[in-house]
């Protein structure tokens, strides 16, 4: 059954004052990187890549049981325009996959891909620009099931974490492969097609960049400076969260240089075609009518303060009693929250994977009960002594 949590001001207060001292220590733990290359893999637009080449990063090792079936894994999916490093941060990695943690190396295979077009995996910026194919959120989740299956020989999941487009990669995965996991947390998204606001942004960035003449349909020889000048202001706006810009930002002129910075670093590290693909992803994503198909435990959280996807509009309080197993979560605005990224600041939302992860938890086994040992009665026979004459 579906029920909604309310998480209480004063309760996360102090959760924030311990996750924030796990965050501040510490640096990037212990992990490996690699590559799959899923050959002649197909998109829902027919169009097929000889090979396509899934990045990912892995802490931890896989525990197997007798038959062979992983299970300790747990799979986190980044946002748009993330990759799976993003999560060694400390607000999420000084947090949970630290010795004693939620996710502690030690206990999970912890498994974060770069999606495709994302990162080190196949995008249009390798080579092929406009002649990559046209990916979308199904062939997202279906490479990273392949990842999963075929390259890292994971046959099922623990739990499946995503944030905002991993969020949404989340329901997909639930919907398509519904015995792959035992739990999925989608954090920062709704399952339902994306419109109002939140397509907006998306087409004025989407359109700033097409019409862009610098752009070239995709042939530029240097980056189309402003339409990635416009796509970065958009991008801000939609991560936003209002107090923390307050506070970090309290007069005009800290603002400006806020701006002018922010802009410069974006410049330097986004690609118009990467970006392009990225957001049309989402373009024929709507997960809401096959949510019913979704057997694992879900625990839903987003936030109060998330201009993406902003609670006012009811949707997950219309969505969610379509999941047969799940929870639904708000976050509230508060001085520690972090607009739509408070997905990545685990601090602010821990208990609930706890509460996942022990919800989800196999059955220990049978205790071996040790047979009691059995007492035998011992006869004794009592004989009367003969007589010395007897028999004479």
């Known amino acids: 059954m579906f029920r909604q949590i309310a998480v209480l001001t004063a309760a996360l207060g102090l959760l924030l004052s311990a996750g924030a001292s796990q965050a501040a220590v510490g640096s990037e733990p212990p992990h490996q990187e690699g590559d799959y290359v899923i050959p002649f893999f197909k998109f829902g637009t027919g169009e097929v890549m000889e090979k396509l080449r899934m990045h990912y990063t892995t802490l931890g090792a896989p525990i197997r049981d007798k038959k062979g079936h992983v299970t300790n894994a747990v799979l986190v999916v980044h946002g748009t325009g993330g990759t799976g490093r993003q999560f060694l941060r400390p607000q999420f990695a000084n947090v949970l996959m630290v010795p004693g943690g939620l996710l502690d190396p030690a206990k999970y295979y912890i498994i974060l891909p770069d999606g495709i077009g994302h990162g080190k995996?196949?995008?249009?910026?390798?080579?092929?620009?406009?002649?990559?194919?046209?990916?979308?959120?199904?062939?997202?989740?279906?490479?990273?099931?392949?990842?999963?299956?075929?390259?890292?020989?994971?046959?099922?999941?623990?739990?499946?974490?995503?944030?905002?487009?991993?969020?949404?990669?989340?329901?997909?995965?639930?919907?398509?492969?519904?015995?792959?996991?035992?739990?999925?947390?989608?954090?920062?998204?709704?399952p339902s097609a994306l419109a109002g606001r939140n397509r907006l942004w998306r087409k004025f960035l989407i359109d700033a960049?097409?019409?862009?003449?610098?752009?070239?349909?995709?042939?530029?020889?240097?980056?189309?400076?402003?339409?990635?000048?416009?796509a970065a202001a958009l991008l801000s706006i939609a991560g936003s969260a209002p107090i923390q810009m307050q506070k970090s930002m309290p007069t005009r002129a800290e603002v400006d240089a806020y701006a002018e910075d922010y802009v410069?670093?974006?410049?330097?590290?986004?690609?118009?075609?990467?970006?392009?693909?990225?957001?049309?992803?989402?373009?024929?994503?709507?997960?809401?009518?096959?949510?019913?198909?979704?057997?694992?435990?879900?625990?839903?959280?987003?936030?109060?303060?998330?201009?993406?996807?902003?609670?006012?509009l009811g949707l997950s309080e219309r969505f969610a009693p379509m999941i047969r197993n799940g929870s639904y979560v708000l976050i509230p605005e508060s001085e520690m929250s972090?607009?739509?990224?408070?997905?990545?600041?685990?601090?602010?939302?821990?208990?609930k994977l706890k509460e996942l992860l022990e919800a989800t938890a196999p059955p220990p086994p049978p205790a071996v009960v040790k047979a009691k040992p059995v007492k035998r009665r011992v006869r004794v026979r009592h004989e009367t002594p003969e007589s010395p004459d007897a028999g004479h």
């Not at 960049?209 to 416009?230: K, M, T, V």
């Not at 690609?271 to 709507?286: E, K, T």
Request: proline share 5%.
């Open 264 to 312: 410069a670093d974006e410049l330097a590290s986004l690609d118009a075609n990467d970006l392009l693909y990225q957001v049309s992803a989402s373009r024929n994503y709507d997960a809401s009518a096959g949510l019913s198909k979704i057997t694992a435990k879900v625990m839903w959280v987003n936030s109060a303060d998330d201009f993406v996807n902003p609670p006012s």
């Open 209 to 230: 960049i097409l019409a862009d003449p610098d752009w070239d349909e995709g042939n530029y020889q240097s980056e189309p400076q402003g339409a990635l000048r416009e």
């Open 121 to 190: 995996s196949s995008k249009p910026s390798d080579g092929l620009r406009t002649r990559f194919p046209h990916y979308d959120y199904d062939d997202m989740v279906e490479a990273e099931y392949r990842l999963l299956t075929e390259g890292l020989k994971v046959d099922h999941l623990r739990v499946m974490m995503g944030t905002s487009l991993g969020c949404m990669n989340a329901f997909v995965m639930g919907e398509t492969h519904p015995d792959f996991m035992d739990g999925l947390m989608p954090m920062a998204c709704e």
């Open 338 to 351: 972090h607009g739509h990224s408070s997905h990545t600041w685990a601090m602010l939302w821990q208990d």
